[in-house]
């Protein structure tokens, strides 16, 4: 085959997206190395910069970041902080110059499933093997035991959430009966994923994905009273699949109980010392510590400083086993705004709506999933304190916002 420029993009990009999941320890050679094939198109005129006023904010939001670095009281932690977020400036920049010919949107996608489908084998070889040598703990087959060694459960369910759309619409508008099947089966395999990755998050925005992809594929196929007895079967076959699996029943019910005691008495259930607390119960407590943070410094207490902040909050409610594991509010808007203030969580809400808006004009539909992924479970998770979430916001949000009127003309061609 020929290598020109286009392909060599093409084949590039498509290695970029794909291959950072199974080498998250070589994402930053990977961008280099994709900033400089962009760099040569520019220079060789292969490549047009065209000026978006959505990369543009995205872009911004690195110096603003910036700004709240200089009262450090760690400045190694703060300068950690700031070579994580260095994504918002690398993939605005590389996707503002936009390519002079078409690309072929589905080899890219294709390359992101064979790298998902890929790394979840692996997932699966790693816990069989781990479940073998711990004699047979069934423990070592679920959560970070199954997907630690790629990333954290959280982040893998959310790339399965965008392979389940992919094959739900290549399933919905099949070119072949081989496809058709092969992405009902590839769909049942990452819903039945979920369950070994156990996270709550995951596995609530998939179930809700799925409820609005056949919802509407339903709606417009078969009518209300179809969609009303599916649903009914779903919602029932969901909540036997919750009490069947313990792992699972044990998350879901802990979870409501925990809520419903932290509405009794907030206080109480923030302020009472307790022994060792983990999971949604930490949340909680960690959520409540935020807003008072943010009540109290509204204009944040700077990048860097937020793990001083918390534990020194944690000790106020008496909290000392929870203060001493140094743990992030566990959500990213509380995460962001305790650091850089309501300035800062309102421009990082900014930049989402903007993308749902722009995804939403354009007709976007993988841009509009990409961002509701991110912003549900920001909910639980501080998404940007990891490179698995922010490399993959961004690098597919910044993709389909500046080189979307190629990736619509492309050939439907594998």
């Not at 005129?45 to 700004?67: D, M, Q, T």
């Amino acid at each position: 085959m020929k290598m020109n420029y286009p392909s060599i993009y093409e084949w590039s990009l498509t290695l970029l997206i794909g291959a950072w999941m199974l080498f998250p320890n070589l994402t930053g050679l990977l961008c280099i190395l994709f900033f400089l094939i962009v760099l040569y198109g520019a220079i060789s005129k292969n490549l047009r910069f065209h000026l978006n006023g959505v990369l543009v904010g995205i872009a911004l939001f690195f110096p603003f970041y910036a700004l709240y670095t200089t009262n450090a009281m760690d400045p190694n932690a703060a300068m950690f902080g700031m070579e994580k977020k260095l994504s918002f400036v690398i993939f605005p920049l590389v996707f503002s110059l936009v390519p002079s010919f078409s690309l072929k949107k589905r080899r890219i996608e294709n390359g992101f499933l064979f790298a998902l489908f890929l790394m979840l084998f692996l997932c699966y070889l790693g816990a069989f093997f781990n479940y073998e040598e711990h004699n047979f703990n069934p423990a070592y087959l679920f959560s970070s035991h199954f997907s630690g060694l790629f990333h954290h459960p959280t982040y893998v369910s959310i790339f399965c959430a965008l392979g389940l759309f992919i094959l739900f619409r290549r399933w919905e508008t099949p070119r072949t009966m081989r496809e058709h099947l092969l992405s009902a089966v590839g769909i049942l395999f990452l819903l039945y994923t979920h369950v070994h990755l156990e996270s709550l998050s995951g596995l609530l925005f998939a179930a809700l994905l799925m409820t609005w992809l056949v919802g509407y594929w339903l709606l417009k196929k078969q009518g209300w009273t179809i969609l009303i007895g599916v649903f009914t079967t779903g919602v029932v076959v969901f909540y036997l699949g919750i009490y069947l699996i313990p792992s699972l029943r044990s998350n879901v019910f802990d979870s409501v109980s925990f809520v419903s005691n932290y509405m009794k008495d907030p206080y109480a259930y923030t302020h009472v010392p307790r022994g060792e607390i983990r999971g949604n119960d930490a949340r909680l407590i960690l959520w409540s510590a935020s807003a008072e943070l943010l009540k109290e410094h509204p204009n944040g207490v700077g990048v860097g400083n937020l793990p001083f902040a918390i534990e020194a909050k944690l000790l106020e409610y008496g909290q000392v086993n929870l203060a001493k594991e140094h743990l992030n509010p566990h959500n990213q808007f509380f995460h962001t705004a305790v650091e850089t203030g309501w300035i800062g969580m309102l421009w990082l809400l900014a930049l989402l709506l903007s993308m749902l808006w722009f995804g939403w004009k354009h007709k976007q539909e993988l841009l509009i999933l990409v961002v509701c992924a991110f912003a549900f479970n920001g909910l639980f998770e501080s998404m940007l304190e990891r490179q698995s979430g922010i490399v993959f916001w961004l690098l597919w949000s910044c993709m389909l916002i500046g080189i979307y009127p190629v990736l619509n003309n492309q050939s439907n061609e594998s």
